[in-house]
């Protein structure tokens, strides 16, 4: 027997004879809606569901406008002023009716309701398809599935929420007389294809920087920035976070293009001629960073900089300040990770037949090794500087007594006898 299920409308049209268009409440919209027409089913790892979830439960108010709505197909249709009573033969019963497209959308709505969203201002374009035979309703779901989704770069770009990146670089080229190459949205013209150059890679090395949120020794949840993902909203509250951390994104690129000319001068001079031994480091292809002027000769895990710039934030204090001078450190850190951790790490994973590619962004292993060895390297750092201090003060105090007593020797006299 036909099943009914009702969907709460604030007006609708008949576009055809077969066909009406209608603006739906979201807050009520049925979720268990039919799938049989829908050529694929949702998926909540998906980048379409992250995006319509984010974009309902962030600004609810304005998901009619921002989304393309959801496409039905039902056998019978009875609409009122209020709302839309839909008559689905399942396929069962020899039907093809439910839902032909927005079954991410659909599973976003009904997320959303039990997390207890407030969705009465949301409101959906839905259309509907009546009496559809098996091969129509498939024809439509075809053309409906097929177009990729906009990657949530593009949409934050879009709103406007990169500028006060796009303003921060903009300065830096004019007072440092470089030129940075950022992919802010896509198929951008003029922007290079490398993952290095996105703005989310950007958004990534100042990350792994924030000392803060990332602290391992007071926050045992997120101890490390591993496995971060690109924003799809970037809030009031992120901002203000991202631009205090902006200062420190020439330090980040500096390490990165570091450790990419180490790798570059470790495999142009290789123990063995011909043979790389490092592991995902592939010299049949090039690397293009944001701002180098030329490109490196091999191809590289876009994350293969981030755990060693993450280490880094051991130097940072809470106002994001070095506690150390960075251009006193930096380089000599750099190869002291290089020569003691990172090239064995690479070298062994090679040997072991294994490829690092995005796995390296979340092996919280190789990230807690690094950061140990940054708080090892600060300690010492420390301890010398407290030596060198000391003995400076002790150079002072007996300079001071040597200049005393010689002062006291000029002044006695000598008694004749």
């Not at 032909?100 to 599973?107: D, E, K, P, Q, R």
């Not at 922007?191 to 090395?205: I, T």
């Not at 180098?292 to 106002?319: E, M, N, W």
Request: glycine letters at 4%; aromatic letters at 8%; proline letters at 5%.
């Amino acid at each position: 027997m036909p099943k009914t299920w009702n969907i709460k409308i604030d007006n609708y049209f008949q576009a055809n004879p077969n066909c009406i268009i209608a603006t739906a409440h979201v807050d009520s919209f049925p979720t268990d809606l039919p799938l049989e027409p829908n050529i694929r089913e949702p998926n909540r790892k998906s980048a379409t569901y992250r995006q319509v979830f984010d974009s309902l439960t962030t600004q609810p108010e304005k998901f009619f406008s921002r989304h393309s709505g959801i496409v039905l197909s039902a056998n019978i249709v009875k609409p009122s002023k209020t709302s839309l009573e839909l008559e689905i033969l399942e396929a069962s019963e020899g039907g093809s009716d439910g839902i032909i497209n927005g079954g991410h959308t659909v599973l976003g709505f009904e997320q959303a309701k039990n997390y207890n969203y407030n969705l009465s201002q949301a409101r959906v374009k839905v259309t509907i398809h009546i009496g559809l035979s098996e091969d129509e309703a498939k024809d439509i779901a075809l053309a409906s599935n097929t177009t990729t989704p906009v990657d949530s770069r593009s949409k934050v770009n879009a709103r406007g929420d990169y500028k006060f990146i796009k303003q921060y670089l903009a300065d830096l080229e004019q007072k440092e007389d470089r030129k940075f190459r950022i992919a802010y949205y896509q198929n951008q013209t003029g922007a290079p294809r490398n993952a290095q150059c996105n703005v989310n890679h950007l958004l990534k090395l100042i990350n792994c920087l924030d000392r803060n949120r990332y602290n391992p020794d007071g926050n045992k949840r997120t101890k490390h920035p591993a496995g971060m993902s690109p924003p799809s909203n970037i809030t009031d509250t992120e901002r203000e976070r991202l631009t205090a951390l902006l200062p420190l994104l020439t330090h980040a690129l500096w390490i990165e293009q570091r450790l990419y000319e180490i790798v570059q001068d470790h495999i142009s001079n290789p123990r063995r001629k011909g043979v790389n031994d490092l592991a995902s480091i592939d010299i049949r292809k090039t690397t293009l960073l944001p701002d180098s002027k030329y490109s490196f000769g091999f191809g590289a895990p876009t994350d293969l900089a981030l755990p060693i710039i993450a280490s880094y934030r051991v130097f940072l204090d809470q106002d994001y300040n070095w506690i150390i001078p960075f251009d006193e450190f930096a380089e000599d850190f750099l190869q002291h990770l290089w020569t003691n951790y990172f090239r064995k790490y690479l070298v062994s994973e090679k040997t072991a037949g294994n490829t690092v590619g995005t796995k390296i962004s979340r092996n919280q292993e190789i990230w807690e090794s690094l950061y140990i060895s940054a708080q090892s390297y600060l300690n010492q750092h420390l301890m010398q500087m407290v030596n060198s201090s000391k003995e400076e003060e002790e150079s002072k105090v007996t300079e001071g007594a040597n200049k005393r007593g010689k002062r006291k020797n000029d002044g006695a006299t000598t008694v004749l006898k």
